[in-house]
Nanobody, 122 residues
Framework: QVQLVESGGGLVQSGGSLRLSCVAS????????VAWYRQPPGKERELVAI???????NYADSVKGRFTMSRDSAKNTIYLQMSSLKPEDTAVYYC????????????????WGQGTQVTVSS
């Protein structure tokens, strides 16, 4: 089985920075598409950033120029560097990944982390 565990959330003042991490563990052959989502209080979950293994990353307009997603394939870790944070960035942040668990099958499974809270004070 595969687990994704996020960390790095917390309370930060407006204009500050945080780096979220998402570590994948378990039976992993290859991690393909990775993404960060967030769910603000009382609102629906929304896409923040998404990246396919060999392609560029796409960002939501609301975070372009402020957030950067990256990955360390050797560590099976996905990062979200968040800068110039605003109160409206307050949300629970989730990572997701499409993972091949076997070299003998092209089938991918989507896994989700449990979420990490980010609170930006004004």
């Amino acid at each position: 089985q595969v687990q994704l565990v996020e960390s790095g959330g917390g309370l930060v003042q407006s204009g500050g920075s945080l780096r979220l991490s998402c570590v994948a563990s378990g039976t992993i052959f290859r991690i393909n598409t990775v993404a960060w989502y967030r769910q603000p209080p009382g609102k629906e979950r929304e896409l923040v950033a998404i990246g396919i293994a060999s392609d560029s990353t796409n960002y939501a307009d609301s975070v372009k120029g402020r957030f950067t997603m990256s990955r360390d394939s050797a560590k099976n870790t996905i990062y979200l560097q968040m800068s110039s944070l605003k109160p409206e960035d307050t949300a629970v942040y989730y990572c997701s990944a499409d993972i091949r668990i076997s070299s003998s099958s092209w089938e991918e499974f989507t896994f989700w982390g449990q979420g990490t809270q980010v609170t930006v004070s004004s």
